[in-house]
């Protein structure tokens, strides 16, 4: 089976991280594909903020509920949204993340956050953008395992033909 699509069914998120830093050239890469993702109209109004500051990626960690896979992650890539983006093209936007980092030998978790006017705030982004989310990303520890609720629900309990039907 083709590589891309194992690896697209494959993607899981990793909580657990190496103790080392990312690569800058790993980085780079991870940012490009980042930079590459498509938006509605093309209008690309988005921006990543590489947090690798111990104590700024701990404060945006505090953001959060469960931002537990952020304190132990090397690196946050916090995706900030101006005004009036579409979720939708975040969501692309993180998505390219993750799976350009799964491709590269990296690990990724997204987290939210929560108080997200915190989160601005820790950021200095301008008024009345959002960072809703984070993308906690490093290499994987050995003993790294996906959690084990991570199943899905079946073809049949979310695909309809034609109509929404059950
Ligand atoms: C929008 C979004 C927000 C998430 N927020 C968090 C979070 O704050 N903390 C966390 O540990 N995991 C977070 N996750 C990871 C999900 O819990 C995880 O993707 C889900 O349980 C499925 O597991 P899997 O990706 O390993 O298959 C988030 C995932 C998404 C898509």
Redesign the pocket.
């Known amino acids: 089976m083709d590589r891309t699509y194992q690896r697209i069914l494959g993607?899981?998120?990793i909580?657990k991280f190496q103790d080392r830093p990312l690569d800058p050239e790993d980085l780079d890469r991870v940012l490009e594909a980042a930079r590459w993702t498509g938006s509605a109209k093309n209008r690309q109004n988005w921006s990543v903020v590489v947090v690798q500051d111990p104590d700024q990626k701990e404060r945006l960690a505090g953001c959060?509920n469960?931002?537990?896979?952020l304190s132990k992650a090397p690196a946050g890539l916090a995706l900030v949204q101006e005004p009036e983006t579409y979720e939708f093209d975040i969501g692309r936007m993180a998505q390219n993340i993750m799976l350009s980092a799964d491709a590269l030998g990296m690990a990724t978790?997204?987290?939210?956050m929560h108080r997200e006017h915190d989160a601005a705030a820790v950021l200095g982004v301008p008024e009345g953008w959002r960072c809703r989310?984070v993308i906690a990303i490093g290499y994987p520890a050995p003993s790294a395992e996906?959690?084990r609720?991570?199943g899905r629900k079946s073809i049949g309990e979310i695909v309809h033909r034609d109509s929404y039907r059950r």
């Open positions: 993607l899981r998120a909580r959060c469960t931002g537990g896979p978790c997204p987290v939210t989310y996906p959690a609720f991570g």
